[in-house]
Structure formats: structure tokens, C-alpha cells
């Protein structure tokens, strides 16, 4: 760009750098601006941020569920899950793959220093989210709330979330986390005094801010993929209360609170928690929760809230520190990329035991009626996915025409919303793990029904209502393991079809040839349910944590 002068030669020296070009401010020749050194490697830097969060999880994350998996009792269903997981968290580094297909909602924390120009980064980063998303690293999440309408980019009226601050130093910070929405969905806030079930009356003190988390910590079982990790605020104000919860979440998990109260609540809370029970992907076991992290805001004299930010096992954040001149990433934050990845499942692989059941679709009401809770099946043949919107719109029509009317006859439902990639005229899936199916419990009793459903597989478990449907049925639920996205993928080994794409690619139904797909049977046809009894019995213990 030729230089601009302007005529006045009363401008003292001066030098303003604004994050994409140099204004120089000379006596001699007036005022010179010029593009010196743009900021050429931001957009790069923060693309490699953004995959390294969706499929590297972090040391302190990986150090953490390690110790889960070798702590926990061996051989049963937790144990299974853990290995699972560690597996997952191998494949999903070797092949940068994302960890989890639900790779939430991008919130970013950006310090820079004064004079930036953060209307450019905003830029950036947006163009760098919508580059990850056609990569297969981000899944398209962004859906207009008005028209349902996915964007399919992950750009969208507030989306991603960026928290600008300035800060009194060179480099731009950006720190990078990734929350699904199943988690999400296990946030709590409480309204402090608040009666609790099992617990009893929480006050406005650091006793009632315990029971309030060990509340949310309860609610959550196997909905929010655990074992969990909970940012907490203690004060704020609704809004506020929640964002600090968040950025609590952003600590490590192995770092000491520096109000001593807070930290000796946090150690008290991890404690209480790993009594309840819960366990992974709440199948009853020894670690419900590897971190607690809290903070704390004033409020306002009429409010006293407590807000908890429920975070799953696939614990995805990172950062960067940035030379603010070129944008290239001078150092990253929570990992050291010199330092060696250990291997998560190198001494605890999952294995197969032989007493599995092998489950070919399309199912028979005899083979389904045979299974019972606890049984681990493996799956082979066509299974379909449904979240939301396929539930949503088969509550009200019947199959679209571009299936057969009986498609769904003895079929397995699968709750997924998948990564996909299309390559030439076939798609490929790259992530495929379960989501919560709770949220489909309005639809599915009928859906069993009316389609002759004869599986239906998620994370988490369902209600009474599709229990019900179960058992007169002769259908069964599988729950399959929250956030194993790579494990799944691979025993994915074609898509035949594709229906409903008007949804967007995680809510249209996907046809799918499976082989040796597993999961464990939580919800039978004989009325018995795993969910209800591990809920049952980490109520008992609950209560025990309600008087210390």
C-alpha cells in the first residue's frame, strides 16, 4: 500500500500498532500509515487451536480419567465404559478425529493488549471456525432459534461465543473450550434457601453451596457423560453467576483454589461426590467426578445464587499465547507439544470377553425379550439415527417417502447426531457417539409403537413412559458410551442413506451399516431398568451427605 502523508509536520514520533497495520506519527514527513506486519498467522494459529481442543484432550484431563480407570473395580460396567473412553481419547489424537461429535458451543476468552484490533480477530476466528467445520473437526451445531434451520458453518447470531479483555501485556492470549450440549444441559442454578431432594433445606452458607452441588452432581447420572468435571459461582447475579461457573472451567484440574474456604470446599466436594456411586456414564462405580473447581462474586442482599457448570469427561480446552505482530503462536497453554502423548489405554484396553450378545438387524421380539440389564451386545447390520427433529416430525407424519413404509419395522433407533464428511457422492463418518436420549422421552413410547422399533440406543437412559412402551412392546434401550465418537465411528462401515437433511447433518436420519457396534443393556423388555436403580441407590447415599 503506497504511504499516505499528510501535510502537518507538528506530529510528535509515535508508533500505534492496531492488530493489522502500523500507524507511524513522524515531525518530519507527517503522518506515514502503512501496512507494516499484519497479523498474516492469527487465522492459522487459532484454526490450530480450535483442532487440537476438538481431538487432543489436555494433560491434566487425560492424567485425571487415567486414574479412574485404574481405580475403578474391574470387570464391571464402569470399568468397561473407562476403558471405552481411553480408547476413544487414543483414536481421536491418532487420527485427529474429534474426541466427541458433539463439539458444543466454541467459547472463546481473548485477552489482548490496549490498541488491538479485535473487530479483525473477530473476523478471524469466525473464518477459522467455519474452516474447522468444513474440515470435519467442529460438527455444524449452529441452529437459528427462530426457523430451526442449521447454518452449517457454526457461524451464526452468537455463535461462537468471544469474550474480549484487555490486558497490560504483548501477546494476545485465546483460550479455546468446547462444552456439548448434553453437558450443558446438566447446568443447575440454585436460588438460595432452597429445599433439595434427599438433602433438605440449603441455606445461605457455604454448607448449603455443598448441597447445592451435590445436587446438581446427583441430577446429572449418566446424562452429562461422566465422570464430570463442575465449575461453580457462588453470588452474581443470574447471568453472571453463570458465565464465572464456566470460567471456572477453565482452571486445571490439579490446581489449588487460592481462597483457602474455596479449596477445602472443593476438596470436600470431590470427596462426598465419589460416595454417591453414580459412577461412569452413570453405571454405579467408584469415580463420579475428577474436579471441582469454584468461585465466588458478590451479589446483590435480596439473591444468593449458586450456579453449577456441568462439564463431561471430554473435557476439551486449550489456549494460546500469540505475538500480537505476526499471530503466530508463541506458546500453547495446558500442554507442552515438545512433551511425548502417553497412551490413555496402553495397560487397560477394552476387550472383549466372549459373553457377549451378537445382535444382527433387523431384530426379532424373541432375540430382544431374551436380553436383560447388564447384558453387553454387539450390533451388526442397518441401523438408523433420530435425534430431536426426527423424533419431533415422526410424532406427527409418517416415514418421508424416500423410505419404505416399513423401514423401521425391527429396527434399532440410534440417538446420534453424527461428523460427517461427504467425499465425492458417498458420505463418511467421521464421529458418531450417542446423545442424551432423555430428551426424546416425549416421543418415544409412540414412536416404539407405531413404527415397530425394537432397540432404541443413547446415552443416559429414558422414563417411565418409554419403559412402559419397552415392556408391552418387546423393545430394549442400549446405552452406549457419551463422548466415544472415534470408537463408534469405526464400526461404521458404510452409509447407505440419507433422510429429513432439511434438518441440518446432525439432525437428519442417517442409514448406516454397523459391525460389532457396542453397548450394554440398561432398560429391558421385563420392566427392569439400570438407571432407576443406580438413581435409587445414590439417593440413599445422597441423603447420608446431607448432614456432615
Given amino acids: 500500500m503506497p504511504d499516505v502523508?499528510?501535510?502537518?509536520?507538528?506530529?510528535?514520533?509515535?508508533?500505534?500498532?492496531?492488530?493489522?497495520?502500523?500507524?507511524?506519527?513522524?515531525?518530519?514527513?507527517?503522518?506515514?500509515?502503512?501496512?507494516?506486519?499484519?497479523?498474516?498467522?492469527?487465522?492459522?494459529?487459532?484454526?490450530?487451536?480450535?483442532?487440537?481442543?476438538?481431538?487432543?484432550?489436555?494433560?491434566?484431563?487425560?492424567?485425571?480419567?487415567?486414574?479412574?480407570?485404574?481405580?475403578?473395580?474391574?470387570?464391571?460396567?464402569?470399568?468397561?465404559?473407562?476403558?471405552?473412553?481411553?480408547?476413544?481419547?487414543?483414536?481421536?489424537?491418532?487420527?485427529?478425529?474429534?474426541?466427541?461429535?458433539?463439539?458444543?458451543?466454541?467459547?472463546?476468552?481473548?485477552?489482548?493488549?490496549?490498541?488491538?484490533?479485535?473487530?479483525?480477530?473477530?473476523?478471524?476466528?469466525?473464518?477459522?471456525?467455519?474452516?474447522?467445520?468444513?474440515?470435519?473437526?467442529?460438527?455444524?451445531?449452529?441452529?437459528?432459534?427462530?426457523?430451526?434451520?442449521?447454518?452449517?458453518?457454526?457461524?451464526?447470531?452468537?455463535?461462537?461465543?468471544?469474550?474480549?479483555?484487555?490486558?497490560?501485556?504483548?501477546?494476545?492470549?485465546?483460550?479455546?473450550?468446547?462444552?456439548?450440549?448434553?453437558?450443558?444441559?446438566?447446568?443447575?442454578?440454585?436460588?438460595?434457601?432452597?429445599?433439595?431432594?434427599?438433602?433438605?433445606?440449603?441455606?445461605?452458607?457455604?454448607?448449603?453451596?455443598r448441597k447445592c452441588i451435590l445436587s446438581a452432581i446427583w441430577k446429572a447420572q449418566g446424562k452429562g457423560c461422566g465422570p464430570g468435571v463442575v465449575g461453580v459461582c457462588i453470588g452474581g447475579d443470574r447471568t453472571s453467576g453463570y458465565e464465572h461457573a464456566k470460567q471456572q472451567l477453565f482452571r486445571t484440574i490439579d490446581d489449588t483454589n487460592p481462597h483457602p474456604e474455596l479449596a477445602a470446599l472443593?476438596?470436600?466436594?470431590?470427596?462426598?461426590?465419589?460416595?454417591?456411586?453414580?459412577?461412569?456414564?452413570?453405571?454405579?462405580?467408584?469415580?463420579?467426578?475428577?474436579?471441582?473447581?469454584?468461585?465466588?462474586?458478590?451479589?446483590?442482599?435480596?439473591?444468593?445464587?449458586?450456579?453449577?457448570?456441568?462439564?463431561?469427561?471430554?473435557?476439551?480446552?486449550l489456549g494460546l499465547r500469540i505475538d500480537a505482530q505476526s499471530g503466530a503462536i508463541k506458546q500453547w497453554l495446558y500442554r507442552d507439544p515438545e512433551r511425548a502423548i502417553e497412551k490413555m489405554a496402553a495397560e487397560s484396553p477394552f476387550r472383549l470377553t466372549g459373553r457377549e450378545v451378537m445382535l444382527e438387524t433387523p431384530l426379532t421380539e424373541e432375540k430382544v425379550r431374551a436380553l436383560k440389564v447388564g447384558d453387553m451386545v454387539l450390533v451388526s447390520g442397518l441401523v438408523y439415527t433420530g435425534r430431536d427433529e426426527v423424533h419431533r416430525y415422526l410424532a406427527h407424519h409418517d416415514l418421508p417417502e424416500s423410505m419404505p413404509a416399513n423401514a423401521l419395522n425391527g429396527a434399532l433407533l440410534y440417538h446420534c447426531g453424527p461428523v460427517m464428511l461427504k467425499q465425492g457422492e458417498t458420505w463418511k463418518v467421521q464421529a458418531a457417539g450417542p446423545t442424551t436420549s432423555i430428551r426424546e422421552e416425549p416421543y418415544q413410547a409412540d414412536l416404539i409403537q407405531r413404527f415397530g422399533i425394537r432397540a432404541v440406543m443413547g446415552k443416559g437412559g429414558m422414563g417411565k413412559k418409554t419403559q412402559a412402551a419397552l415392556r408391552e412392546s418387546g423393545a430394549v434401550y442400549l446405552n452406549a458410551i457419551g463422548g466415544a465418537a472415534q470408537f463408534y465411528a469405526r464400526c461404521m462401515r458404510k452409509v447407505e442413506g440419507v433422510h429429513m437433511m432439511e434438518f441440518g447433518i446432525p439432525e437428519a436420519m442417517w442409514e448406516i451399516r454397523v459391525e460389532g457396534l457396542p453397548a450394554i443393556v440398561t432398560m429391558d423388555a421385563n420392566g427392569q431398568s439400570l438407571h432407576a436403580g443406580i438413581e435409587q441407590a445414590s439417593g440413599a447415599e445422597l441423603e447420608k451427605l446431607a448432614i456432615v
Wanted: a negative charge; one cysteine or more; charged letters at 20%.
Fill in 266 to 317: 472443593e476438596n470436600t466436594v470431590m470427596q462426598d461426590a465419589n460416595k454417591l456411586g453414580v459412577g461412569a456414564m452413570g453405571f454405579g462405580g467408584l469415580t463420579t467426578l475428577i474436579g471441582c473447581k469454584i468461585g465466588v462474586q458478590n451479589r446483590l442482599p435480596a439473591s444468593y445464587f449458586v450456579s453449577v457448570a456441568y462439564e463431561c469427561w471430554a473435557y476439551r480446552r
Fill in 5 to 209: 502523508r499528510l501535510s502537518q509536520s507538528n506530529f510528535k514520533p509515535l508508533t500505534i500498532w492496531n492488530g493489522i497495520h502500523t500507524l507511524h506519527v513522524s515531525s518530519q514527513g507527517g503522518r506515514s500509515l502503512r501496512y507494516d506486519r499484519c497479523m498474516e498467522f492469527f487465522e492459522s494459529s487459532i484454526l490450530e487451536l480450535i483442532v487440537q481442543t476438538s481431538t487432543n484432550l489436555p494433560p491434566d484431563v487425560r492424567a485425571a480419567m487415567k486414574h479412574a480407570l485404574r481405580t475403578e473395580t474391574p470387570h464391571t460396567q464402569s470399568s468397561q465404559a473407562l476403558s471405552i473412553i481411553a480408547e476413544n481419547i487414543d483414536q481421536a489424537q491418532e487420527g485427529e478425529g474429534a474426541i466427541c461429535q458433539d463439539t458444543g458451543m466454541p467459547t472463546f476468552i481473548i485477552k489482548t493488549p490496549v490498541g488491538a484490533n479485535q473487530i479483525v480477530m473477530t473476523r478471524q476466528i469466525r473464518s477459522a471456525i467455519a474452516e474447522a467445520t468444513k474440515r470435519g473437526k467442529l460438527r455444524p451445531n449452529s441452529v437459528d432459534s427462530i426457523t430451526g434451520k442449521n447454518s452449517g458453518n457454526n457461524l451464526g447470531e452468537g455463535t461462537p461465543v468471544m469474550h474480549f479483555e484487555q490486558w497490560e501485556q504483548d501477546d494476545i492470549e485465546v483460550r479455546l473450550i468446547l462444552k456439548g450440549g448434553g453437558c450443558e444441559n446438566m447446568n443447575a442454578q440454585f436460588a438460595v434457601p432452597v429445599e433439595l431432594e434427599h438433602l433438605g433445606r440449603a441455606d445461605r452458607d457455604l454448607e448449603g453451596v
